[in-house]
């Protein structure tokens, strides 16, 4: 059996093919990109006197796919240099090396005949004992593995991934009759802990679990739309986050995973249910229109929404569906949905529309209501458990809740009643339960009601829920802006809850408490929480206010503070390792920088961007990244102190964020000695795991020691670089006089080249920095401008 996986060949290059290529190279993984060859050439190949022999050209299709990956947004690399894992062939001249990879996984088109011919040669090639496996989204995986041999039939199973394989966390595995346990509990292993998917087993049936409910969901809504007058922009005003979905809601989805893909997932289910199911699943005759007319959404830059430029920027127009013409996108206005905004939590948000005697109330209901009984009454064809289906759809289609933790959140006996009175056939198991007088589907977060009773949803060991230890009294101490938490064998994690986890007093104050009581009683710290993003940095709104009322003393109060706390972090007597994820920036990355080891999910956006609003980092963060730039230089190598300094002036004054941790690393955040967790589900178990290690080997802080700085002469030297990019027309006065202080605190202010100066020094120079610019009226401006319209200002 297969117990390691050291190479991969992808059969199928494009959009899907290339996409899981690039996701294995971001885990390192070498991968062959086979594709067909090319039948005719281009003029570009003709003009070099190639021909169709020639392997470029032979190679070309696939050749292609790496290079777009390189410029798709968003981007399927982690960072660019991973293109290197992946490497370009044929599908006639490299099938031999099918017997170089330990798991082969076909993405060629969805055609059975054509995946048959496919996986004949694949049998053929393949070393005994490889993983095969089909990406398909609908075609029977039984029905692939007809007529192989038996080493290849035990090996065999879809491994369904979602798109874009880098950011969708769903991996359908779906097992055939002839599938080795063995092979299918490796893989799930595999997807987990390698992949860092979220993976669901799913019963060979079309379009398998997430596509079949989620299509389904999109195709009611549509039918809603267009039997109650609805408009594009109405319906997708009220079915996303208010319904616990992603903002894209209903119409924007659809714009981007393609409008012809969508229509072909509803294809495959269509031409093999009976009934009112295949009613729902042929589409309007509208939908079938656009993609005539190539209007499939983002990738055609036109769907049922169309940006265009016009005199006042960009502006974003929803299509007229009856018209097939673009206007001026509405909104759905009802009372309920102003009070939907009001409500606190997601399920008095749900009810505020759901049981709305309003416009918007019936169009929910109606949209939620069929959804709800299809996931219930497909339940058991498409899966092993209804903890399968919600996962498969938060995973696969980015809900905030499943269909089933929606019905708890909605009330399974009040929305039952009403569907009865309105003449709905209730499917029996939930009927049952409810004689039961069981009225959740779950109970507490790891059980789920299956065959009569509550069941025990499997939990990997490496998934850590602080909701479930808060519930449990494992809270250590907290107050209004964070909680420290016992994460067991001597480990506490400290978890913001202020709003954003930005930072405040309150945040700071638990931060010296948290490293106080560590210090005495624990091994280590983790600083993690389970929120949207890490941290969004300090809380602009409290600073605005406070410079507006002129109010600095309290200012630098904070900023002293904050360095304080920042210092507390990084001289700790028990190691401190930050475990950031998603937004990290501004403060959040000054979290990160001090402490003993950084644990990042690989999904992190990791930056100082307080030039957006005008500032410098005021929490030694300018200091924190140059000590970071020195020391992940080997030992004995010689330190240019200057081209350092340059390196961390360009990062900090152009507000450079790496977009996941692999580019922190190359921005200089993350040092080659800390990790990256693939599974952000896993990223408090890995950084609590790293906490351990360091304390049992014996941790000791740093010790405080003399920076040495490029004084006035690197000054000079950075500063220069920013007037030559004002005299260009790059910058303004205002980006100019931000870039001077960040020269001048990086510089050391005005000492001799070379001299060693302590940090206190240097934190002193930060926050005068910061404070001088904090009162200028333009800075002002710009933290405005962001707390208002969540973009920068260039003024």
């Not at 195709?219 to 039997?227: N, S």
Request: net charge neutral; hydrophobic share 40%.
């Amino acid at each position: 059996m297969t117990k390691r996986i050291g190479k991969v060949a992808v059969l199928g290059s494009g959009i899907m093919g290339s996409g899981i290529a690039a996701h294995l190279a971001n885990i390192g993984i070498p991968t062959l990109l086979l594709d067909i060859v090319p039948r005719e050439l281009t003029e570009a190949e003709e003009r070099k006197g190639l021909t169709l022999e020639d392997k470029v050209v032979r190679n070309r299709l696939a050749a292609d796919s790496i290079e777009k990956l390189k410029k798709q947004k968003p981007a399927p690399l982690a960072k660019k240099g991973n293109v290197d894992f992946i490497e370009a062939g044929n599908m006639e001249d490299d099938m031999k090396r099918l017997a170089e990879v330990d798991w082969v996984l076909e993405v060629v088109v969805e055609n059975l005949d054509i995946k048959k011919k496919v996986f004949a040669q694949v049998d053929e090639y393949r070393k005994p004992g490889s993983i095969v496996s089909s990406n398909t989204s609908g075609i029977s995986v039984e029905d692939m593995a007809e007529g192989r041999s038996d080493d290849f039939r035990s090996h065999f199973l879809g491994t369904h991934f979602f798109n874009p394989p880098r950011y969708l966390k769903l991996l359908e595995v779906i097992p055939t009759k002839d599938t080795s346990k063995e092979i299918l509990d490796f893989m799930r292993q595999f997807g987990e802990d390698t992949l860092g998917k979220g993976v669901v087993e799913a019963k060979d049936t079309p379009n398998f679990i997430a596509n079949r409910i989620g299509t389904y969901g999109l195709l009611v809504t549509v039918r809603e739309m267009v039997e109650r007058g609805f408009t594009v922009g109405e319906v997708d005003s009220v079915t996303g986050p208010a319904l616990g979905r992603p903002k894209s809601a209903t119409f924007r989805t659809l714009d981007v995973v393609g409008l012809d893909t969508f229509l072909h997932v509803a294809k495959n289910v269509y031409d093999l249910v009976d009934g009112d199911e295949k009613e729902v699943f042929n589409p309007p005759a509208f939908m079938i229109e656009m993609a005539e007319k190539k209007m499939l959404g983002s990738k055609t830059g036109k769907g049922f929404y169309q940006k265009i430029k016009g005199e006042n920027g960009s502006e974003i127009l929803e299509l007229d569906y009856k018209t097939m013409e673009y206007g001026e996108q509405k909104k759905l206005k009802a009372p309920s949905v102003q009070q939907s905004k009001q409500a606190k939590g997601k399920a008095a948000k749900m009810k505020a529309l759901i049981y709305a005697n309003d416009r918007a109330g019936e169009l929910v209901w109606n949209v939620l209501k069929p959804t709800l009984l299809y996931a219930a009454e497909k339940c058991s064809e498409v899966a092993h458990s209804i903890n399968d289906v919600d996962q498969a759809m938060k995973w696969g289609f980015g809900w905030e809740l499943g269909p089933f933790e929606t019905w708890d959140a909605i009330g399974v006996e009040k929305s039952v009643a009403r569907m009865k009175e309105e003449g709905e056939t209730i499917p029996a198991w939930v009927e049952n339960m409810l004689e039961k007088g069981i009225t959740s589907f779950y109970e507490g977060v790891d059980s789920y009601y299956h065959d009569g009773e509550y069941a025990k949803a499997k939990v990997n060991p490496k998934v850590i829920h602080l909701k479930s230890l808060k519930d449990n009294d494992k809270v250590i101490i907290k107050n209004a802006g964070a909680s420290l938490i016992d994460l067991g064998d001597g480990i506490a994690c400290l978890e913001f809850t202020s709003p954003n986890n930005s930072i405040g007093l309150d945040v700071l104050q638990m931060i010296n408490k948290s490293v106080d009581e560590v210090e005495k009683n624990y091994k280590g710290l983790v600083i993690n929480n389970q929120g949207k993003n890490f941290c969004v940095g300090a809380n602009l709104m409290m600073m605005l206010m406070e410079a507006q009322d002129m109010n600095f003393p309290e200012l630098d109060l904070v900023i002293r503070q904050f360095q304080k706390s920042m210092a507390k972090i990084r001289y700790s007597g028990r190691p401190v390792v930050a475990a950031p994820f998603g937004m990290t920036l501004g403060g959040g990355t000054e979290i990160c920088l001090p402490s003993a080891s950084i644990q990042a999910s690989s999904e992190t956006y990791m930056g100082l961007v307080e030039a957006g609003v005008g500032l410098i980092p005021g929490g030694g963060g300018n200091k924190e990244l140059y000590l970071r730039q020195i020391e992940r230089l080997p030992e004995g190598v010689p330190v240019d102190h200057q081209a350092i300094a340059n390196r961390v002036f360009e990062t900090i004054a152009m507000a450079k964020v790496g977009t996941s941790a692999q580019e922190a690393e190359e921005l200089g955040f993350i040092r080659p000695q800390d990790s990256i967790s693939v599974n952000g589900d896993h990223l408090l178990h890995d950084a609590k795991q790293k906490a351990l290690h360091l304390a049992n080997d014996g941790y000791q802080p740093p010790k405080r020691k003399k920076i040495q700085v490029v004084g006035e002469t690197g000054y000079a030297t950075m500063l220069l670089g920013a007037k030559t990019m004002k005299f260009s027309g790059y910058i303004s006065d205002h980006d100019l006089k931000i870039a001077d202080k960040l020269a001048f605190t990086l510089a050391g202010g005005r000492v001799a080249k070379g001299s060693k100066v302590d940090e206190q020094y240097l934190l002193d120079i930060e926050r005068e920095a910061f404070l001088s610019l904090i009162g200028e009226p333009k800075t002002q401006q710009r933290m405005q401008h962001m707390l208002s319209k969540g973009k920068p200002l260039r003024n």
